[in-house]
């Protein structure tokens, strides 16, 4: 008899989804919480595998070298990213080095808030064409936002 309920119990427990993939094809952007500065600087990731992601941000530096330091790029794709799923309430996200403590962002799926270095608040997006459109606003507002902090210098 103890061995028929272990069973049962097994059974129905294997028989229960499992979301760990269930970020599957949606997006976060996140901002820092508390920035002092004038204007906050976001990150945006795509999961589009299991275990993959794609991050994105501001193109500072130019690296494309098409003139726009107000575009969002690709910072990491997904071959060199893995997600790890700490628990049911959190996410660990690795890129490049594996080794570097630097290279893990935690994020809280329940509240999305994100640590890395310092705190992030995220929205979520479930649609990747409305994130692609959402970061070209936003890199938009971002720019106008520096040209009027720009004017305000003294010299």
């Not at 270095?117 to 479930?126: D, P, S």
């Amino acid at each position: 008899m103890k061995k028929l309920l272990l069973i049962t119990i097994v059974l129905l427990l294997q028989s229960f989804p499992s979301f760990s993939n269930d970020i599957k094809n949606k997006g976060l952007l996140c901002y820092e919480i508390n920035n002092n500065d004038e204007i906050p600087l976001p990150l945006g990731f795509w999961f589009n595998e299991a275990n993959k992601f794609e991050w994105w941000e501001i193109d500072f530096m130019d690296s494309d070298g098409d003139g726009d330091t107000f575009e969002f790029l690709l910072k990491a794709q997904s071959l060199s990213s893995s997600i790890e799923y700490f628990s049911d309430h959190t996410l660990i996200l690795r890129w490049g080095d594996k080794s570097l403590s630097s290279n893990i962002l935690t994020i809280n799926r329940y509240n999305l808030s994100m640590n890395w270095f310092t705190k992030f608040q995220c929205t979520l997006y479930k649609d990747k064409k409305n994130f692609i459109i959402e970061l070209d606003i936003l890199a938009n507002k971002l720019k106008k936002q520096y040209i009027e902090k720009l004017k305000k210098r003294k010299f």
